[in-house]
């Protein structure tokens, strides 16, 4: 199983990720914008994720809640720039916990002989939001949302290995 | 007149500027917000200012199209990130003439005394993007409509002096 790989230089604002999964890119783009399969992966295996809202077009806005086993409930919110496509999507994101601090992520699906590579690069307001965003265990988290993401696409879509 | 002041360090891809305006915030965040009177000051006298949409609300979309003496027209457009308040507010930004770099631009008004500064910071998903929007004569062309801005108020709210 691949893990993700994170880019995070000293000094910039950026956090770069990549992860290649075994499927199409429609599949994965399927999976990161239809609600019904995104509560399935993304995010920590501990929580339970609630979507608010999730409107997947140019201006549309979305919130999910993840909801810990203490019923506490953290909330992220943002907004779709332009049309989302499988060639890629852009969207703002918000922590509601700590709120003021707006992040711009773009994420591409780069599909090459059946497989996928998901690229991420989000940018920040301050180096500071970027560093806190990494010391917040982000890659992690995310990556084990891709291992769950992982295992829903081979229910979707077993590989003939 | 009061000048912009603009800061663009280099190596991070962060522009900031700030302009004081003689007037409260509640009519600059208008002359920000009302179609009406954005068409009347944003951007070079050179240009007149078409309004595509500006829709004024969490996920509204926004674009404007700016059209040269010669007829041709350069396009921009965004969404809002958050609901756009007196306080400030946060929208993506992409100029069609180069399409697939966004920037997050917050913009905040700052009331003391009945005068108002407006700040913004944007920051770019490069430094060379970042870096290619100082060298498009950015700042110049945001200080000339400021300029427009300042004699829109005037007009608006006279001021005593």
Known sequence: MAKIEVTAEPGVPFIDTARQFDAPRDLLFRAFTDPELLVQWLGPRKYTMKIDRYD???????????QGADGNEFGFHGVFHGTPSP???VQTFEFEGVPG??????IVFEERDGRTVVRSHSVYQSVEDRDAMVQSGMAEGMDEGYDRLEELIARLAPVHS
Do not use: Q, T
């Open 56 to 66: 997947v077009r140019d201006g549309g806005s979305w919130r999910y809640l993840h």
């Open 101 to 106: 601090h707006v992040s711009l992520d773009a």
């Open 87 to 89: 060639e890629g999507m």
